[in-house]
């Protein structure tokens, strides 16, 4: 309507354009990835990872940490949980950008789409990431930014449609319903 005319008129004055969100590709080659099981939450040794062991083994695939454990001139360094695989090649898609939350859902929608062929994997990640200082966090309250930005969310989705939803919000936060 008429709003609608005069508000791209605003925009468009003010030289404030919509961006599309970027996306990028990557393989990921002969990747160690932890062992899962979909009703061992905790994990078993020497059978299965813990969701706490994903969680941190996704943050460092996601930042391209190097897995191999070699010390170099870093202090620390990182492998892949036990038990874990090699994969030969693994897929990782990247969106960045302001995404609605339908977006996100058509995506998870997508994915699980994935293992109605017969596929070779056992399970996928969908992780989002909220903007570091976004003024909302969770039901509604103040995002604490300033204290360390945590704000994000990470599907594991199982071969059988199981699935583990994990998240991880600052200490001023409030809780996800």
Known sequence: GAE?????????????RALK??????????????????NELQGK????CSTEELFEWVGAVLNQ????NKSSSFLSTYCCPQPN????KAFLCTITGFIIP?????????????FGEPKLAYWLTLTVHGFAD???????????FHKGGENLYNFVIFRNLDYWLQMAVGTNDGCPP
């Open 102 to 114: 339908e977006k996100i859902i058509q995506l998870l929608e997508q994915l699980c789409c994935y």
């Open 134 to 144: 976004s003024p909302v966090s969770w039901r509604e309250c103040e995002h604490g």
């Open 4 to 16: 609608g005319t005069t508000l791209m008129s605003y925009f468009s004055k003010n030289q404030i």
């Open 21 to 38: 969100p970027k996306i990028t590709f990557s393989a990921l080659r002969d990747l160690e990835c932890p062992v899962l099981q979909s």
């Open 45 to 48: 040794p020497e059978e299965s």
């Open 85 to 88: 695989t090699v994969v030969e």
């Open 65 to 68: 940490v190097s897995l191999d």
